[in-house]
């Protein structure tokens, strides 16, 4: 079948346009709550120059579930193991982080630490896989509510609204 010339696609593909500003990456968190506190990762714009905070968790691999995704970050940046304890909430994610923008599906899995010393409530060490260093901590979601720490993805805290 021959289709009018208006309807033969035509691809422009400019490989660094495309990897900034066309990707939507899908992302894995563990909304781990204890106590009126959220166990959250600190992490800085650079271009903003403020500090911000997220769950921890990190990036879906090609064929690997949102599950598995999960509870394999947890294992590489802390080193230990989460329980998940329900469905996710998904959260479609637009934002700007360093001068760029950004777009995620965020599946964020009520999750629990397995290991008991992960409920002290001190600053943990986290890695990147890249080596990079980032503290995580327990910190008071009442900090995030009045705006005095700002979280994100910050539509998860409607949802922390509710509990």
């Not at 968190?29 to 714009?45: I, M, P, S, T, Y």
Request: one cysteine or more; hydrophobic letters at 40%; proline letters at 5%.
């Amino acid at each position: 079948m021959n289709l009018p010339y208006f309807f033969i696609p035509v691809f422009i593909y400019n490989s660094p346009i495309m990897e900034k500003q066309n990707r939507i990456r899908v992302k894995v968190l563990a909304w781990l709550q204890e106590n009126g506190r959220l166990f959250v990762v600190k992490n800085h714009d650079s271009v903003k120059g403020d500090d911000y905070y997220r769950p921890i968790g990190g990036s879906v691999e090609f064929g690997e579930t949102t599950r598995n995704a999960l509870l394999r970050e947890v294992k590489e940046e802390l080193g230990t193991e989460l329980h998940i304890t329900g469905e996710p909430l998904i959260i479609e994610n637009l934002f700007t982080c360093d001068g760029e923008q950004g777009h995620e599906i965020d599946y964020v899995y009520p999750s629990e630490f397995l290991d008991t010393y992960f409920t002290q409530h001190v600053s943990y060490p986290l890695v990147e896989a890249d080596g990079t260093h980032y503290e995580a901590f327990w910190i008071e979601q009442s900090k995030f509510f009045s705006g005095e720490l700002r979280f994100v993805p910050e539509a998860m805290l409607n949802f922390l609204l509710i509990e």
